[in-house]
Nanobody
């Protein structure tokens, strides 16, 4: 399994970014895909996840209503649309995958990880 994250950058507060995670190596029909973030000196936090087959989603309270996770099965890609960005959203964002349909949140339950993509939100 390979995950390739992209789309990070510098944006002003209130702006938007869309992160992409290209997945390869196998079928992901029995996987949950997640986005996590880690700010300097802080722990890695759950942001959102999606059941690949059913498309059901869940979000951290801090991003609910601002971020949207989605997947494109034809492109084997997961997206994180981030709107109304705040300076506290600044972090390295990671995509991850786990086998099974349980949409769990702890990062250590995800077995596959992509490299981080940095998001910086200026005030």
């Amino acid at each position: 399994v390979q995950l390739q994250a992209s789309g990070g950058g510098l944006v002003q507060a209130g702006g938007s970014l869309r992160l992409s995670c290209a997945a390869s190596g196998r079928s992901f029909s029995n996987y949950v895909m997640g986005w996590f973030r880690q700010a300097p000196g802080k722990e890695r936090d759950f942001v959102a996840n999606i059941d690949w087959s059913r498309g059901s989603t869940s979000y951290a309270d801090s991003v609910k209503g601002r971020f949207t996770i989605s997947r494109d099965s034809a492109k084997n890609t997961v997206y994180l649309q981030m709107n109304s960005l705040k300076p506290e959203d600044t972090a390295a964002y990671y995509c991850a995958a786990k086998m099974g349909i349980a949409k769990v949140r702890p990062w250590y339950q995800y077995g596959y990880w992509g490299q981080g993509t940095l998001v910086t939100v200026s005030s």
